[in-house]
């Protein structure tokens, strides 16, 4: 996050913020990635963590830069029925970052018919609910239901996947869980699909050098209930560090490290970056607390045997090893990989761009 931190004038509000034909993907939109990518990192780190710090103070400036709140209450007079100043507002509003006025006119709005029927694309319409449940106001539809409308919903044959495909089913994801908090909000039958199809589908963005979709999916797969594929995990970090330059910084595609310097293209790599950091924070996060449960299994099963007087002498040994306190050496250097990655900390445009 030092590279971010140094470079944070780059995500800050111009002139152009509320102009009527500004291009919101290149306003709005890279403040509204930092800040979303700040509160989780926030949420999945330790206060002690430097990277938590970091994640803390380009929050408040983030913040700082919407008027602490009253550019959105502006921007909901100028367009009342656009739903992305309630998509970005929600990631500060998730934080306690909160304006009274804004949410009291949002509030009123979202009443409307004509805001319950604006159409948009399925999984934009999940953003949408899960920006009214974070920022507390009544959900206008229902989360299952728009689930099943769209492409990830309805488990669609796995090699029909494509770039559009692999950002739409990220976030869709991201939605339903806001943003790696709650795996449990992955339906059984949607987590069973991603366990299955992630693996292949990442061998092949990293093929192809789509590091930014690859990061996405590296984040969705650590926002999915269940143990972590730590298999998947050390071979997926391992390629997608070649990709990261000295600098931490992370191209949305193409060569990386060896390539054009991503360091000095702030609008190729600040989303890949951001994302590397927020897969990172949540696969590390994963990590401890897979490692957690299985040392309170093993000390649950090693008290029953003794209990029991169960002859273990063939599995003692095995748990004995993770007992210990030690970490497997596939763990070992999953941890080294995300931590790495975590050190990258940059803006771009990657992802999709967001509509009015």
Request: with cysteine; proline share 6%.
């Given at each position: 996050?030092a590279w971010v931190s140094a470079h944070r004038g780059e995500f800050a509000l111009g002139d152009?913020?509320?102009?009527?034909?500004?291009?919101?993907?290149?306003?709005?939109?890279?403040?509204?990635?930092?800040?979303?990518?700040?509160?989780?990192?926030?949420?999945?780190?330790?206060?002690?963590?430097?990277?938590?710090?970091?994640?803390?103070?380009?929050?408040?400036?983030?913040?700082?830069?919407?008027?602490?709140?009253?550019?959105?209450?502006?921007?909901?007079?100028?367009?009342?029925?656009?739903?992305?100043?309630?998509?970005?507002?929600?990631?500060?509003?998730?934080?306690?970052?909160?304006?009274?006025?804004?949410?009291?006119?949002?509030?009123?709005?979202?009443?409307?018919?004509?805001?319950?029927?604006?159409?948009?694309?399925?999984?934009?319409?999940?953003?949408?609910?899960?920006?009214?449940?974070?920022?507390?106001?009544?959900?206008?539809?229902?989360?299952?239901?728009?689930?099943?409308?769209?492409?990830?919903?309805?488990?669609?044959?796995?090699?029909?996947?494509?770039?559009?495909?692999?950002?739409?089913?990220?976030?869709?994801?991201?939605?339903?869980?806001?943003?790696?908090?709650?795996?449990?909000?992955?339906?059984?039958?949607?987590?069973?699909?991603?366990?299955?199809?992630?693996?292949?589908?990442?061998?092949?963005?990293?093929?192809?050098?789509?590091?930014?979709?690859?990061?996405?999916?590296?984040?969705?797969?650590?926002?999915?209930?269940?143990?972590?594929?730590?298999?998947?995990?050390?071979?997926?970090?391992?390629?997608?560090?070649?990709?990261?330059?000295?600098?931490?910084?992370?191209?949305?595609?193409?060569?990386?490290?060896?390539?054009?310097?991503?360091?000095?293209?702030?609008v190729g790599c600040y989303h890949s970056t951001l994302m590397t950091a927020f897969a990172a924070?949540?696969?590390?996060?994963?990590?401890?607390?897979?490692?957690?449960?299985?040392?309170?299994?093993?000390?649950?099963?090693?008290?029953?045997?003794?209990?029991?007087?169960?002859?273990?002498?063939?599995?003692?040994?095995?748990?004995?090893?993770?007992?210990?306190?030690?970490?497997?050496?596939?763990?070992?250097?999953?941890?080294e990989h995300a931590a790495r990655a975590t050190r990258a900390a940059r803006p771009g445009p990657?992802?999709?761009?967001?509509?009015?």
């Amino acid at each position: 996050m030092a590279w971010v931190s140094a470079h944070r004038g780059e995500f800050a509000l111009g002139d152009d913020a509320l102009a009527e034909h500004a291009n919101v993907n290149f306003t709005w939109k890279p403040l509204g990635e930092l800040a979303q990518i700040c509160v989780s990192i926030r949420r999945h780190t330790e206060t002690t963590d430097p990277l938590h710090e970091a994640a803390c103070d380009l929050l408040a400036f983030a913040w700082r830069q919407t008027g602490e709140g009253a550019l959105f209450h502006e921007l909901q007079r100028l367009e009342p029925f656009a739903t992305y100043p309630l998509e970005i507002y929600a990631a500060f509003a998730s934080a306690g970052l909160r304006h009274t006025d804004y949410e009291r006119a949002t509030a009123t709005v979202a009443r409307t018919r004509g805001w319950q029927v604006t159409e948009q694309e399925p999984n934009r319409r999940l953003s949408v609910l899960n920006s009214e449940r974070r920022s507390g106001l009544p959900l206008h539809a229902d989360m299952d239901r728009a689930l099943g409308r769209t492409w990830l919903g309805g488990l669609p044959e796995p090699w029909t996947f494509e770039r559009a495909a692999g950002y739409t089913l990220t976030h869709v994801v991201f939605h339903l869980t806001d943003w790696g908090l709650t795996p449990l909000g992955v339906p059984p039958r949607v987590a069973e699909y991603l366990h299955q199809w992630l693996p292949p589908w990442l061998d092949t963005c990293l093929e192809d050098e789509q590091w930014d979709l690859s990061c996405e999916l590296l984040a969705v797969a650590g926002s999915l209930p269940g143990p972590p594929d730590l298999t998947m995990l050390r071979a997926v970090w391992a390629r997608l560090a070649l990709a990261q330059d000295a600098s931490g910084a992370v191209p949305e595609v193409g060569s990386g490290r060896d390539g054009h310097p991503p360091a000095h293209d702030f609008v190729g790599c600040y989303h890949s970056t951001l994302m590397t950091a927020f897969a990172a924070a949540l696969t590390l996060d994963r990590l401890c607390a897979h490692e957690a449960d299985a040392a309170t299994t093993t000390t649950t099963a090693t008290a029953d045997d003794a209990d029991t007087h169960t002859d273990t002498k063939g599995t003692t040994a095995a748990a004995a090893a993770d007992a210990d306190g030690s970490v497997p050496t596939a763990k070992v250097r999953v941890f080294e990989h995300a931590a790495r990655a975590t050190r990258a900390a940059r803006p771009g445009p990657g992802g999709q761009g967001v509509s009015r």
